[in-house]
């Protein structure tokens, strides 16, 4: 690990395009211009403990007021009010219903297939109730943990709300992970029960859920009580006896009084497995109301959600985006949302934008990876449909390209909706670094500056920071803890230490493991994750930047960049390109020659690739994430022995070996 040497970073700093805050944000949003920003910020630092306690007594709504803030006795073990008293169920349902907004639609749902279905808050509210009794039922109860291995249906929403609602701690599952990874899930949170489905459709498939989750218990899992199945797919599933019942079968038989369990504010509301993590699988855990309150800020001022919006984060919830952006914060602040069950391109590339135009939807929030893919599929697809009353853009997963960004923002977004791109993770809970759409000017690349109460930094190796415009990379760390951080490791204590903290002698400086460089303007460019930091000839350079120059090419839909072990340097860089158009009508010689001019141009010699790979797709779970370690394995030549039961097309791999 390092810092980044000018050259490498001459190309993000030198994309100079601002876009001012459109005038239609000044004036409504709820942090209007930079004066406001800088002044929560200037409180922040001046009183963090008070500026904090202030936003967690005007969004939650207490069992019982906490009279403590921030307990830093044992670093990095930080606590968050304390003594208060919530229930995270109560904060996202009850409290609009009672309000007298129970008929307002929470959830427009959307399956694959084509069907539809329409929840507002009170039915949600019945429902979670329903379940949250029949839970308890077949003894579930406080404390006790619950995997959720779900496809995109509301009902998975129910489910997460389900265990808040009685105080049981619940670990969703991404539905493409195999049945081992759900085992070794299982078993290190102690799941009592799982929730899943006979299986999900996606991809015109049947994804066979209840078949993994069979298989997972059937070569251990000795803790788990009940399996809870809901049909959906219909597809043919084994069932046993006494042990597997049925999702809307037991709560038939429940009432829709189900009182909210007030819990500690420190309560784990969920665990949440990493993914891409080799070895024990790495449980992060989160609490009940510092997690909540980081779910309701962000909501309000990075998405500047209103009252008659209609908001669509396209994630999964198996993935943290889609417990903060889909289960949690739009429910918290009463907001309409959009789920959509399937694949973007079924049946056609336009899928999404139509459902946009179908709903209305205002805030569209996705993945760059996305966003490329969809670039790929030509402009004619969002032109055919009436994307007009899109107001505000974001982008969540990856650091978004400049080209990219440009034809989000002229072709979703027609050049007058904002982008926040919001870096977080994780372990972070909500958004840490992002735009605020009625204060921020924007510069494609960036996810600009810290959230009120962040506070972010560009550190070298001892923990300086390195001074913003230097044009110096460094580390990304967070200097002081924030409410919506993880907790621990689940189980492992040790592990937490290690991982986050025990990178700086003597200082408890939060290491997010990404690199990043700060410009003159104070402005975060995130470069690429540490371990995507190549060594060439010793000059350290982040895999994102020769990414974005590849793609900035005409002929370049999509890039991913490796390194690759080299005797003499160190390592060699190697890419992996998926064109515009089709393989066969390019002369992939002379491409090959002009995009290692082309990168040369934009970085410099020292980032030219030494081999580029075409091919028609990269390697990516079904969550739409790329497989880079696996892309390493290939750029060696080593025999390929990870897991590829997560891709979405597993023929990608021998294309990207050269043998297909």
């Known amino acids: 690990m390092g810092v980044m040497t000018d050259e490498t970073l001459e190309s993000v700093l030198t994309e100079n395009r601002v876009f001012e805050v459109p005038a239609e944000f000044a004036e409504n949003a709820r942090i209007a211009g930079m004066d406001q920003y800088r002044e929560m910020a200037k409180r922040a630092a001046q009183d963090y403990e008070g500026f904090w306690a202030e936003q967690a007594n005007q969004e939650i709504t207490w069992a019982t007021p906490f009279t403590r803030v921030l307990d830093e006795s044992t670093p990095p073990f930080y606590k968050w009010f304390g003594d208060g008293k919530l229930n995270v169920s109560y904060n996202c349902l009850d409290r609009h219903v009672e309000a007298g907004r129970g008929d307002k639609t929470a959830i427009l749902w959307e399956g694959e297939p084509g069907d539809t279905r329409s929840l507002t808050y009170k039915a949600l509210l019945d429902e979670v109730s329903k379940l949250g009794n029949a839970l308890k039922s077949h003894g579930v109860g406080k404390g006790d943990r619950v995997i959720i291995y779900m496809p995109m249906v509301p009902e998975a929403v129910v489910a997460m709300q389900a265990c808040a609602r009685i105080g049981a701690t619940h670990s969703v599952v991404f539905g493409g992970f195999s049945a081992e990874a759900l085992k070794d899930r299982i078993e290190d949170a102690g799941a009592k029960a799982v929730i899943t489905a006979d299986g999900g459709i996606r991809g015109g498939k049947t994804v066979a859920l209840k078949k993994n989750v069979d298989r997972a218990l059937n070569e251990g899992c000795d803790t788990v009580d009940h399996v809870v199945v809901l049909r959906r797919a219909e597809n043919e599933i084994d069932w046993t006896e006494g042990r597997d019942v049925g999702f809307r079968e037991i709560m038939e038989r429940e009432s829709a009084d189900c009182p909210p369990e007030p819990v500690d504010s420190e309560h784990p509301l969920f665990i949440l497995y990493t993914s891409g993590s080799t070895g024990k ?146 372990e972070t809970g909500a958004h840490m670094i992002a735009p605020l759409p009625g204060a921020t000017p924007l510069k494609p690349g960036s996810c600009t500056r810290p959230l009120p109460g962040i506070m972010a930094d560009v550190v070298d190796e001892e923990g300086n920071s390195v001074e913003p415009g230097s044009h110096h990379g460094g580390l990304l760390v967070v200097r002081r803890p924030w409410p919506f951080m993880l907790r621990t490791i689940w189980g492992d204590d040790q592990r937490y230490v290690d991982t986050y903290y025990s990178h700086f002698t003597d200082q408890y400086l939060y290491l997010a493991g990404d690199s990043a460089t700060q410009d003159e303007d104070g402005y975060f460019w995130i470069l690429g994750r540490i371990d995507d930091v190549i060594n060439v000839s010793g000059h350290r350079m982040g895999t994102m930047e020769v990414e974005s120059a590849l793609v900035s090419h005409d002929k370049v839909a999509e890039a991913a960049v490796v390194g690759r072990p080299d005797d003499v340097k160190g390592n060699s860089i190697f890419a992996f390109v998926i064109l515009q158009g089709k393989r066969e009508d390019q002369d992939l010689d002379q491409l090959r020659q002009d995009l290692r001019a082309h990168v040369t141009d934009e970085i410099g010699a020292i980032a030219r690739p030494d081999e580029i790979r075409f091919a028609d797709s990269l390697p990516k779970t079904r969550s739409g994430k790329i497989m880079r370690r696996l892309l390493r394995t290939i750029a060696a030549g080593d025999e390929v022995t990870q897991d590829i039961s997560t891709l979405e097309d597993e023929n990608v791999v021998r294309q990207l070996q050269g043998k297909a």
């Open 281 to 426: 699988p790495k449980g992060v855990v989160h609490s009940s109301a510092g997690y909540l309150l980081g779910a309701i800020v962000s909501m309000k001022w990075v998405f500047d959600i209103r009252e008659d919006d209609v908001y669509w984060c396209t994630a999964d919830v198996g993935w943290v985006t889609g417990h903060t952006y889909i289960a949690y914060g739009p429910m918290a602040v009463g907001a309409t949302q959009v789920m959509y069950e399937g694949a973007p391109t079924i049946p056609d590339p336009g899928r999404l934008w139509a459902i946009a135009e179908r709903t209305g939807t205002t805030v569209f929030y996705t993945a760059p990876t996305a966003i490329r893919a969809l670039m790929k599929q030509g402009d004619e697809w969002p032109a055919k449909h009436d994307l007009s009353k899109l107001r505000l853009l974001g982008t969540v997963g990856e650091p978004i390209n400049p080209a990219a960004w440009m034809w989000y923002y002229e072709k979703i977004g027609g050049g007058r909706c904002p982008i926040v791109d919001t870096w977080w993770q994780t």
